[in-house]
T-cell receptor
């Protein structure tokens, strides 16, 4: 069965650079969530989209932005990267209120 | 917003024993409580979930109980096996609204000793 696809899997950036993470949800899923997970931490909710509209916002820094496109894929744009942004970034998708399935994540390292 | 507390943070059991992980939540509007298993460097994987209209749910060796009055839910794993070793996260969310994002507990590292 198709799963949530994230790209790239690994990304290394320098401080103050920008990064773009991509997420392709499971076909027919209408909701996308972005989570950030630091080492040894629980996933922290950043932002979500339902039917291409932002539906909820969590602890997303102002330096980050995201959007969902007409084909339902989503991109997380991160600017002015800081060392503390190094983390695993997960995208998850669901059909409305049904269970959320996570992608394999993008490991971002800021040096 | 919602706050989910989880304990213990680490749990070591012998193979074949049972393991219990407990969570409490703060928002009485929360109505959906999934449990995720995460192996090192991998994605969280849903293992069982429960909605607020149900008090208990079981799937083979895994069961979850929910006490809405106390705002407390627990994961029970029986006959533990070494492959059960992982970090387990509880979570809560409000289904039926725009606020469906999961709030996670801090995780429990379960180690099953052979």
């Amino acid at each position: 069965a198709a799963g949530v696809i994230q790209s790239p899997r690994h990304l290394i950036k320098e401080k103050r650079e920008t990064a773009t993470l991509k997420c392709y949800p499971i076909p027919r899923h209408d909701t996308v969530y972005w989570y950030q997970q630091g080492p040894g931490q629980d996933p922290q909710f950043l932002i979500s989209f339902y039917e291409k509209m932002q539906s909820d916002k969590g602890s997303i820094p102002d330096r980050f932005s995201a959007q969902q496109f007409s084909d339902y894929h989503s991109e997380l744009n991160m600017s002015s990267l800081e060392l503390g942004d190094s983390a695993l970034y997960f995208c998850a998708s669901s059909i409305r209120d049904r269970e959320a399935f996570f992608g394999q994540g993008t490991r971002l390292t800021v040096v | 917003g919602e706050n989910v507390e989880q304990h213990p943070s680490t749990l070591s059991v012998q193979e074949g024993d049972s393991a219990v992980i407990k969570c409490t939540y703060s928002d009485s509007a929360s109505n959906y409580f999934p449990w995720y298993k995460q192996e090192l460097g991998k994605r969280p994987q849903l293992i069982i979930d429960i909605r607020s209209n149900v008090g208990e749910k079981k799937d083979q060796r895994i069961a979850v109980t929910l006490n809405k009055t106390a705002k407390h839910f627990s994961l029970h794993i029986t006959e533990t096996q070494p492959e059960d070793s992982a970090v387990y996260f509880c979570a809560a969310s409000i289904r039926g609204t725009g606020r469906r994002a999961l709030t996670f507990g801090s995780g429990t590292r379960l180690q099953v000793q052979p």
